[in-house]
């Protein structure tokens, strides 16, 4: 079986191909939206998208050596996401799905970075922290469904970062050399500032600290600053992943989403897993942020076991929740 799959939930369209053995994945192309200034505009992400989508596709096909006609179906991500860019990749998989009599395939953003981490790290029956721009969640799959333990109760980990580096001028771009803005401005900060520390349960909230941190700006020394928003922000995240491992019991823990390519978070979990006896395994930064690989091999895992949409029901949703997706492929 092959499938291939479209990313464009949010800044990047990615197009992937997988297959139903080794090495599953035969190729991972993709194109990032970088916004001059400022953040990123829905309108601007559909105009790049929509002018980048056919050399992406091309691309894949080449990597894998094959051609359209191989593919047995198409896979896309329909939510959760930005509207706009959503539609871009929802389009592309239609005309191709109608164009070439394939069957369409519905994935779920979040269940592709969760799938394509159990593929890369191999885990088995992990905790899982999926971090991204969009999404600060902790669940586990229990019943065939994945559930949450743990989540954002308002900006995510990934944004909260983002807007803040934003504002002081920092980025864009986000990423420099694999690594995030806030973590290299870090590096030359030492002193940690009272910022406010919001952990409900297993809950966290980052808008306050995102608040009072640019509040500082001009008061302290940016580097500080920085070093204190990431170092706060990361203790929540392990405060309540460590209430999730003492309530599940779990002996891994999977870190899923563009967030785990953080050194300095890794270095923490590492740290974690020491403490709590618990294997950490974070997926490989190639398939941490958004890529069409995930897509298709989440697809593949779903046609696999049957689950196709029509063309004229293929709706997006940006608000589509990981915890709304039934998973008949893993017991």
Partial sequence: MLVLGIESTAHTLGVGIAKDQPPYILANERDTFVPKEGGMKPGDLLK??????GTILRRALEKANISINDINYIAVALGPGIGPALRVGATLARALSLKYNKKLVPVNHGIGHIEIGYLTTEAKDPLILYLSGGNTIITTFYKGRFRIFGETLDIALGNMMDVFVREVNLAPPYIINGKHAIDICSEKGS?????PYVVKGQDMSFSGLLTAALRLVGKEKLEDICY???????DML???????????????LMIVGGVAASVSLRKKLEELGKEW???IKIVPPEFAGDNGAMIAYAGMLAASKGVFIDVDKSYIRPRWRVDEVDIPWRN
């Fill in 48 to 53: 790049h998208h929509a002018e980048v989508s």
């Fill in 228 to 234: 204190s928003i990431r170092e706060i922000a990361f």
């Fill in 191 to 195: 002193k940690l500032l009272k910022l």
């Fill in 277 to 279: 006896d618990v294997q």
């Fill in 238 to 252: 392990l405060e309540a992943t460590e209430r999730a491992l003492a309530l599940t019991s779990k002996k891994e």
